[in-house]
T-cell receptor, first 111, second 113 residues
Framework: GDSVTQMEGPVTLSEEAFLTINCTYT??????LFWYVQYPGEGLQLLLK?????DKGSNKGFEATYRKETTSFHLEKGSVQVSDSAVYFC??????????FGQGTILTVHP | DVKVTQSSRYLVKRTGEKVFLECVQD?????MFWYRQDPGLGLRLIYF???????EKGDIPEGYSVSREKKERFSLILESASTNQTSMYLC????????????FGQGTRLTVV
């Protein structure tokens, strides 16, 4: 079945630092790829997505590019803020909208 | 605004009790899901449903069952709660095309004592 390997956390950064969270996956075919974010005490919400190879998803300053050749979908942000502190999940999608999640990466941003 | 609503944010139940977790969505989505979230394990799929009265097992269905009598409602049932079912439970819904996102509820933190 599908599987996801995410960068181990927790990740601690100072405000305005550059962020990379690595994500690689194994899946049948060419799935859509998603990054979800979970703020403290809340459910998951979609951060960004890409539906085919070389697509770049972007939202709120975050970006990720669908790399078919390396089966990766790394999340990046040029300048993080304290409000970005959350748990980030990478997930390929499959039939019926099922998602396979990585273990999540906890990000803490200090002022 | 789209909404997936879970009936409880926090629940405390006793070992052996039958537990019902309810989820309602207002987006007319065909698909609904129950995931379990545990630290270090991410989210794991328990069951999903792609139509009324239709269901399929996910990765960890043991000890759980589900019910979908109406399109908007998907219930997770713990037949006989055990302490190893203490966890955060998240419901989600989506349209069928896999390129479309899933929407999540706020989660139910269940403690079995």
């Amino acid at each position: 079945g599908d599987s996801v390997t995410q960068m181990e956390g927790p990740v601690t950064l100072s405000e305005e630092a550059f962020l990379t969270i690595n994500c690689t996956y194994t899946a049948t075919g060419y799935p859509s790829l998603f990054w979800y974010v979970q703020y403290p005490g809340e459910g998951l919400q979609l951060l960004l997505k890409a539906t085919k190879a070389d697509d770049k998803g972007s939202n709120k300053g975050f970006e990720a590019t669908y790399r078919k050749e390396t089966t990766s979908f790394h999340l990046e942000k040029g300048s993080v803020q304290v409000s970005d502190s959350a748990v980030y999940f990478c997930a390929p999608g499959s039939s019926y909208g099922k998602l396979t999640f990585g273990q999540g990466t906890i990000l803490t941003v200090h002022p | 605004d789209v909404k997936v609503t879970q009936s409880s944010r926090y629940l405390v139940k006793r070992t052996g009790e039958k537990v019902f977790l309810e989820c309602v969505q207002d987006m007319d989505h065909e698909n609904m899901f129950w995931y379990r979230q545990d630290p270090g394990l991410g989210l794991r799929l328990i069951y999903f449903s792609y139509d009324v009265k239709m269901k399929e097992k996910g990765d960890i269905p043991e000890g759980y069952s589900v019910s979908r009598e109406k399109k908007e409602r998907f219930s997770l049932i713990l037949e006989s709660a055990s302490t190893n079912q203490t966890s955060m439970y998240l419901c989600a819904s989506s349209f069928t095309p896999s390129g479309l996102e899933a929407f999540f509820g706020q989660g139910t933190r269940l403690t079995v004592v």
